[in-house]
């Protein structure tokens, strides 16, 4: 049953949205998905850490590559919030570029996808749990990827001036790749 514009107000301010009516008249008077856009941008967010460095301390084991370069980097006096800038920057990036792979999906493997005479393609899209159906397709999710970042400043990292309204249509590629 779709949700009533009451309904997707209360839904988008219980979520903590910014703007619970603007989304909630996307998702019913617009038909556009934005109950599972904002569900799905707010999942990902999730896996960038904070601006907070303890996390630095919340790694398991010292032991492992990644732990034990942290706490030599850090006894060699490396600012734990610059490590966290560097940290979530890359983070960040690569979040970015899930979305761009799910709106387009031969980017990053143009070589392979002209060698694929069939038609092979993904899209994210809501699905119905319930009835296992698809659903709407959840379109140029890297269009709104940054305006989702919970520090508010659209991906950028701390001390950067903050960013004017405008989209990334092109994300970076890692180094090493053409």
């Known amino acids: ?3 009533t514009y009451a309904r997707a107000k209360a ?15 996307s998702e019913t008077k617009e038909g556009r998905p934005a109950l599972a856009r904002f569900l799905f941008m707010k999942a990902l967010w999730s896996c960038a850490i904070s601006d907070d460095p303890r996390w630095i301390t919340s790694w398991a084991n010292p032991t492992d590559a990644v732990p034990a370069a942290m706490k030599r980097m850090l006894a060699l006096g490396v600012d ?13 990036e690569v979040l970015f570029n899930v979305c761009c792979i799910l709106d387009s999906s031969s980017h990053g ?3 392979l996808q002209a060698k694929v005479p069939e038609n092979v393609e993904w ?6 749990g319930e009835t296992e159906t698809l659903k709407r397709p959840i379109l140029d999710v890297h269009e ?6 919970p520090t508010g400043r659209g991906g950028e990292p701390r001390g950067a001036a903050k960013p004017k309204a405008k989209a990334r249509a092109k994300p970076r590629r890692p180094s090493g790749k053409k």
Request: net charge negative.
């Open 1 to 3: 049953m779709p949700l």
């Open 11 to 25: 839904l988008f301010t219980a979520l903590g949205a910014n703007d619970p009516a603007s989304l909630a008249s």
């Open 80 to 92: 734990p919030a610059d490590l966290t800038d560097v940290v979530r920057a890359m983070q960040v």
């Open 109 to 111: 493997i143009e070589d």
């Open 123 to 128: 899209r994210l899209a809501e699905y119905d």
């Open 144 to 149: 709104s990827f940054h305006a989702f970042d």
